[in-house]
């Protein structure tokens, strides 16, 4: 509700922000209700809400299947998967700079968190059986948003878009069933939170200034912005998971770890890796590079607050990309309680 207001009150023309807002609360009311009759029926056949005794609990085939289909429409909503991904670029590009940072850097991480914590436990003969449904929710989203990403000219609902496909990406890895593919999804879930949000942060400053988040309106930035370009580059490094950033060790890990399953899970991350590295050189090249228009010559380049700000998530999309360990050792016991529960209740 908090990020719904952040939409009306905060957005741009007043028929965009209703329509985008009603999208993000249908979408969101309509699901949740799908995942609270889900529990409603778990508490009904189980006589508990508990999470610790639902994992111990043995339920048929049957009531396993049941769960799982409720759960996961539910919590692919928030990731989002495609076909459930519509209202996100909505709610991005019409949601203030502040809204757009809540929405990449937590709320999207709900969905992938609860199939973590809620879903695989409860559920592991599904997740044997038939995780390859949740593959292939990951799977049509990571090739449909490639290709859209292409042809995107906003830069907001491109950043948007980008998030679809780290998100499912991570989706993939999740359901892969391999200890390192877990590590990476969970290490990129925390990576995307602060690579969104400080592209989120760059797009707002660009829109805050100029009113324009068409790319092809702007040109020539790095001749009057040249600390925010070196900023906004960093970003983008970080954005298609180069090396020594933060974005590079969980996709290190999740192609690791699909590497033992699959490899066409691989060539699939593979083929979407091109298209971001393309997409983000493209943009980035479009934005601060070729002629400079003249009515962006008429602000300065980051003032000393802006500066701290995207030091500060510079800071940590370094130190994470050069020392790892950092954040991986306190994903390590999660990720072990979660194997822990499947092999129980298998």
């Keep these: ?46 006589g508990s809400t508990d999470l610790f005794e639902l ?26 998967s495609n076909p459930f991904h519509v209202w996100l670029p909505h709610a991005h590009v019409e949601a203030s ?28 003969k599904m997740y044997d059986e038939y995780g390859y449904v949740g ?8 090739i449909n948003t490639s290709l859209i990403i292409i042809t995107e000219s906003d830069l ?18 999740t359901f892969a069933g391999e200890k390192l593919a877990i590590y990476g999804a969970v290490a990129m879930m925390i990576s995307h939170s602060l690579i969104a949000s400080g592209l989120f942060f760059c797009i707002g400053l660009l ?17 009057t912005h040249i600390y925010f370009s070196i900023v906004f580059f960093i970003f983008v490094l970080s954005n298609f998971s180069f090396p020594l950033t933060f974005g590079f060790w969980p996709e290190m890990l ?22 971001s590295l393309a997409s983000n050189l493209i943009f980035f090249t479009k934005v601060f590079f070729g002629v400079l228009t003249e009515y962006l010559v008429k602000y300065i ?37 979660l194997l822990t529960a499947l092999s129980i209740t298998h």
């Design 1 to 46: 509700m908090p990020l719904l207001f952040l939409i009306i009150l905060i957005g741009g023309e007043r028929k965009v922000r209703l329509r985008a807002s009603l999208m993000l609360f249908l979408y969101t009311l309509v699901f949740s209700l799908i995942t609270l009759c889900t529990i409603v029926y778990l508490n009904r056949i189980t």
């Design 207 to 223: 829109y805050e200034r100029y009113q324009i988040r068409d790319m092809k309106y702007y040109g020539g930035l790095v001749n």
């Design 55 to 80: 994992i111990l609990c043995d339920l048929s085939f049957t009531q396993q299947a049941i769960v799982y289909i409720g759960f996961l429409v539910g919590f692919c909503v928030k990731i989002p």
């Design 156 to 173: 907001k609902r491109l950043i948007a878009y980008f998030s679809i496909v780290h998100m499912n990406i991570a989706l993939i890895a």
């Design 301 to 337: 380049d980051l003032t000393k607050n802006e500066l701290f700000l995207f030091c500060n998530l510079i800071f940590y999309d370094l130190l994470f990309g050069l020392r790892p360990n950092v954040y991986l050792i306190f994903i390590e016991n999660p990720v072990n309680f």
């Design 254 to 275: 999740v192609l690791t770890g699909l590497s033992i399953v699959s490899y066409l899970d691989v060539v699939v991350i593979l083929i979407s890796a091109i298209f």
């Design 135 to 142: 593959s292939l929710l990951g799977y049509m989203s990571v």
């Design 97 to 124: 700079t502040v809204g757009s940072v809540l929405l990449a850097g937590i709320i999207l991480k709900m969905g992938g968190y609860a199939i973590l914590r809620i879903l695989l436990p409860i559920c592991p």
